[in-house]
């Protein structure tokens, strides 16, 4: 079974950047993307952004797009999240999952990480 531990998280100023890890381990058929996944305090779980497993397909939730690139490094098993110009709002725990859809809906994905917390202040 896939395995899936977060890294990179941290408190940065408003306008900074971070880059995000996902290292998977295991195996699990019918895995064909990762995403990753914010929640804030009070907040629903949000897509953020995903990428297929062939790194043919990437998408992205309107909030992030321009400032977030998800990639990924085969050879490493980990799924990047690259995060500039961050804002107060991008505070939340960072999750990646993996499932077999090409999706940002939470309910979609089996397999999740513990998360990662980033704090962005203004």
């Known amino acids: 079974q896939v395995q899936l531990v977060e890294s990179g998280g941290g408190s940065v100023r408003a306008g900074g950047s971070l880059r995000l890890s996902c290292v998977a381990s295991?195996?699990?058929?019918?895995?064909?993307?990762v995403a990753w996944f914010r929640q804030a305090p009070g907040k629903e779980r949000e897509g953020v952004a995903g990428i297929s497993t062939d790194a043919i397909k990437t998408y992205y939730a309107d909030s992030v797009k321009g400032r977030f690139t998800i990639s990924q490094d085969n050879a490493k098993n980990t799924v990047y999240l690259h995060m500039n110009s961050l804002k107060p709002e991008d505070t939340a725990m960072y999750y990646c999952a993996a499932g077999p859809y090409y999706s940002l809906g939470a309910e979609m994905f089996e397999v999740w990480g513990l998360g990662t917390q980033v704090t962005v202040s203004s």
């Open positions: 295991g195996y699990q058929p019918h895995i064909n993307s």
